[in-house]
């Protein structure tokens, strides 16, 4: 059973900066993928940022240019740096970590951009 521990949520003015960091209780080459989801009230879970094979990464258009997804692999931990934050990034985050079938999620952390 992996465990993904989420923190760095909170509530920012628009145009402010928030640091989301997940950890895993194994290492983080153990996965095929993990990355960064939010799912906002009344829409789908929509995938933000995510690392696949290798260093690769994949970034939703929507935040492309203002988020960035990095990774401790001596921490197993996983980040994402969102700036120029903008209402509409109001949504629940969630870390996720993908084996050979299996999926693991974190709690999600509420990240609100209100002023």
């Known amino acids: 059973q992996v465990q993904l521990v989420e923190s760095g949520g909170g509530l920012v003015q628009p145009g402010g900066s928030l640091r989301l960091s997940c950890a895993a209780s194994r290492s983080i080459f153990s996965f095929n993928t993990m990355g960064w989801y939010r799912q906002a009230p009344g829409k789908q879970r929509e995938l933000v940022a995510i690392?696949?094979?290798?260093?690769?990464?994949n970034y939703a258009d929507s935040v492309k240019g203002r988020f960035t997804i990095s990774r401790d692999n001596v921490k197993n931990t996983v980040y994402l740096q969102m700036n120029s934050l903008k209402p509409e990034d109001t949504a629940v985050y969630y870390c996720?970590?993908?084996?050979?079938?299996?999926?693991?999620w974190g709690q999600g952390t509420q990240v609100t951009v209100s002023s």
């Open positions: 996720n970590a993908n084996r050979t079938f299996v999926a693991s």
């Open positions: 690392f696949t094979s290798g260093a690769s990464t």
